[in-house]
């Protein structure tokens, strides 16, 4: 069992920065390759970026244009989302996900049926 607890949102002027924190329990956390989504009001979930359980690969969802960048440090047992160039269409309730699988592959790491662990969320919101 793993839970997943988010942390960082915040309101912020276009153009700041904000770094986003998923803090997990359980010991095999290290196994886990996690993502992060987020959803915006009267849209649908959609996937912003995941990383592999060691850390070593990395995906991003198109429109993040290398504003974002994720991170892990599993002595911590927490993966980060820093967050720069905000815009406001960026503004939306982020959510951390694990899943306990080995491979990292792009079509899956954007299915939301993959992940089996599911934070809370965190609010973000950017102003113009």
């Known amino acids: 069992q793993v839970q997943l607890v988010e942390s960082g949102g915040g309101l912020v002027q276009a153009g700041g920065s904000l770094r986003l924190s998923c803090a997990a329990s359980g010991r095999t956390f290290s196994s886990y390759a996690v993502g992060w989504f987020r959803q915006a009001p009267g849209k649908e979930r959609e996937f912003v970026a995941a990383?592999?359980?060691?850390?070593?690969?990395?995906d991003y969802g198109d429109y993040v244009n290398d504003r974002f960048t994720i991170s892990r440090d599993n002595a911590k047992n927490t993966v980060y989302l820093q967050m720069n160039s905000l815009k406001p269409e960026d503004t939306a309730a982020y959510y951390c996900?694990?899943?306990?699988?080995?491979?990292?592959?792009?079509?899956?790491?954007?299915?939301?049926?993959?992940?089996?662990?599911w934070g809370q969320g965190t609010q973000v919101t950017v102003s113009s």
């Open positions: 990383i592999s359980w060691r850390g070593g690969s990395t």
């Open positions: 996900a694990a899943k306990n699988s080995g491979r990292f592959y792009s079509i899956e790491n954007r299915l939301q049926y993959t992940y089996q662990y």
